[in-house]
């Protein structure tokens, strides 16, 4: 499967902490980008961090990108009830975006 | 405001019958645009790429005969599941890019559900 895989598959933290998720995948890549979901509803586009960068900063979302190690991490910081939803990172390496598994995030007031 | 929009938002419908989905793009032209399927707590599965004026790409392992593209305008691509049975219900999801740059514009989904 071309399909990446990000972990933890869930997690849950209280408003205020940090909130990281990993992304891994299998093929090079032009760009990796997050994507936020929230239930039953279409993705949100929130970062996309280019293959020749290593880090990508968005308001509290800090992205990394290793392509040595065909990984990529999420930062939320200072986390939020509002945050809750599931985050998905996309790798784009033939003009078409192939997502992660997902990590479900849960923030708790 | 929503640079995509997904027509209808939820449909029920009988075994065998055809359901179409329609994806828009409201304020660009999409010479591309991408068809995702969702089961519940899973990720996005792509299982097409619409082509203007041309037939669509299908991945491995989705029925083209089942699962009709039409993407007669730079505007618009239609999903046609056809004969449609319990197994198709599922989360359908609508993406395009602008010509120039990335990311995708998704619309905001259609739940199917097929009795």
């Known amino acids: 499967s071309q399909q990446g895989e990000e972990d933890p598959q869930a997690l849950s933290i209280q408003e205020g902490e940090n909130a990281t998720m990993n992304c891994s995948y299998k093929?090079?890549?032009?760009?990796l980008q997050w994507y936020r979901q929230n239930s039953g509803r279409g993705l949100v586009h929130l970062i996309l961090?280019?293959?020749?960068?290593r880090e990508k900063h968005s308001g509290r979302l800090r992205v990394t990108l290793d392509t040595s190690k065909k990984s990529s991490s999420l930062l939320i910081t200072a986390s939020r009830a509002a945050d809750t939803a599931s985050y998905f990172c996309?790798?784009?390496?033939?003009?078409?975006?192939?997502f992660g598994t997902g990590t479900r995030l849960q923030v708790f007031p | 405001g929503a640079v995509v929009s997904q027509h209808p938002s939820w449909v029920i419908c009988k075994s065998g019958t055809s359901v179409k989905i329609e994806c828009r793009s409201l304020?660009?032209?999409?010479?591309?645009m991408f068809w995702y399927r969702q089961f519940p707590k899973q990720s996005l599965m792509l299982m097409a790429t619409?082509?203007?004026?041309?037939?669509?790409?299908?991945e491995q392992g989705v029925e083209k005969d089942k699962f009709l593209i039409n993407h007669a305008s730079l505007t618009l691509s239609t999903l046609t599941v056809t004969s449609a049975h319990p197994e198709d219900s599922s989360f359908y999801i609508c993406?395009?890019?602008?010509?120039?740059?990335?990311?995708?514009?998704f619309g905001n989904g259609t739940r199917l559900t097929v009795t």
């Open positions: 619409s082509n203007e004026g041309s037939k669509a790409t299908y």
């Open positions: 993406s395009a890019s602008r010509p120039e740059n990335s990311p995708l514009h």
């Open positions: 304020d660009f032209q999409a010479t591309t």
């Open positions: 961090i280019r293959s020749n960068e």
């Open positions: 093929t090079s890549i032009n760009n």
């Open positions: 996309a790798t784009d390496n033939t003009d078409k975006l192939i």
